[in-house]
Structures are given as C-alpha cells and as structure tokens.
C-alpha cells in the first residue's frame, strides 16, 4: 500500500514560471492537505481538498496559488509567476475522511521549490 | 485562530537520559494534538497522537501528556538512542483530520 506520493522531489523554477506540484493521495483516501515548510519553521496550513472540492482555502496566497483535487488523477497546487520568496518545501498529506478517528494523516515526502 | 508555541527550539542531549519538549495552545475548541518527527530530507511522521477526552497516552519510549486546562501539552522520550535525533513538530486541530496548526519545531540532538 503505497504512502503519499509527491512529485516531482525537487522542482527548480526561475522568477516568472510556473510550479505545478502533484501529490496522489493513499488509497481510498479522499481528503488532501497542502501545507508550505518555509526553511527552519514549521509548516504552514494552505488549502484543503476533497474530489473536485476546495474545503478550506485560508491558508492559501491570495494571489498566484490555486489548487485542484480532479476527479480522477492526483491533487495539484499550482504556482503562477512564482518569485524567489516562494522557495520552500511543500507537504501534502491525506485522510479517508473528516474526524475519522484513525489518527489524524499520512504526509508525503514534499517537494522542495527553489525559484533562481 | 488557533496559535501554538513549542520550546525549546534546540535540545541537546546525551545519549540514555530523557528529552521533554512542551507546547501551548490559543484555542480551547482544539482537542486533538498529534507529535510528528521530521528526519533531515523527509516529510513529518506523526509519532504519537492524544485526543482532548485523554490525559496522558503512552507507546513505548515515547509518552504524551495534556493539560486541557493550562492548555499545553507535552512529549516526553526517555532512554535517547542517536535515532531519535530529529525535528520534532506538535500540532493542534479541532478534529482528527482536520487542518492543523503547527508549532515552530524543536530540533533534537542526541549525542553518542
């Protein structure tokens, strides 16, 4: 049973592209978490999503990010313009379902940004 | 929103003795608070979890306790191996599952 899969590892953009970042939850689980790791902190609430869904989006930049969990195929955050402040590790983690009791999620490995 | 301060930021300790590193909370509706361990390159593991209805929850060398009241909690390792040498990040939510807020991350040495 394979964990949270993230991809790519590490992602290097310059200023003005755009990042896409992946992340295929575990099986049968629905509910994805994105959280930003800024170096030396601790990680930071971005959005939360379900199938074709955006539960909670208060953690996200207002400007730039957006983020889609499709139907079918893996959860994506999307970083339009990106500029070197955006440099971080980005985590994805994901749950069968709200309050489920079964102790919370499982992260994925992330995705270390570096915009040149 | 819920806030969550964590201290130290830096434990150093020898190898055997006990490590204890404590967090509080903003939020009195929180009443879940997961511990996860971060190895150098790699995303957070969660440890050991207690929920608001418990007051102290044990695994081994690893042992967390809440105070719901004071609303802080900690996490306590005892006999340290070099292994255990790691950021270790508390976190606190409404729910399992639900978004958490995380606090700053002690980093722990363990020394041989």
């Known amino acids: 049973n394979a964990g949270v899969m993230q991809n790519p590892r590490h992602l290097v953009r310059r200023r003005g592209q755009e990042a896409r970042l992946r992340c295929s939850p575990m099986?049968?689980?629905?509910?994805v978490y994105w959280y930003r790791q800024l170096p030396e902190e601790g990680l930071k609430f971005m959005v939360y999503?379900?199938?074709?869904?955006?539960?909670?989006e208060s953690g996200m930049p207002k400007e730039r990010f957006s983020a889609e969990f499709p139907k079918e195929g893996p959860s994506i955050l999307r970083i339009q313009q990106v500029v070197r402040g955006d440099s971080a590790a980005y985590f994805c983690?994901?749950?069968?379902?709200?309050?489920?009791?079964?102790?919370?999620?499982?992260f994925g490995s992330g995705t270390r940004l570096t915009v040149v | 929103g819920e806030n969550v301060e964590q201290h130290p930021s830096t434990l150093s300790v020898q190898e055997g003795d006990s490590a204890v590193i404590k967090c509080t909370y903003s939020?009195?509706?929180?009443?879940?608070f997961p511990w996860y361990k971060q190895e150098l390159g790699k995303g957070p593991q969660l440890i050991i979890d207690i929920r608001s209805n418990v007051g102290e929850k044990k695994d081994q060398r690893i042992a967390v306790t809440l105070n719901k009241t004071a609303k802080h909690f900690s996490l306590h390792i005892t006999e340290t191996q070099p292994e255990d040498s790691a950021v270790y990040f508390c976190a606190a939510s409404k729910a399992a599952g639900n978004k958490l807020t995380f606090g700053g991350g002690t980093r722990v040495l363990v020394k041989p």
């Open positions: 939020d009195s509706a929180s009443n879940y």
């Open positions: 099986k049968g689980h629905s509910h």
């Open positions: 999503l379900q199938k074709e869904n955006i539960i909670d």
């Open positions: 983690a994901s749950s069968p379902s709200l309050g489920s009791g079964a102790g919370g999620y499982t």
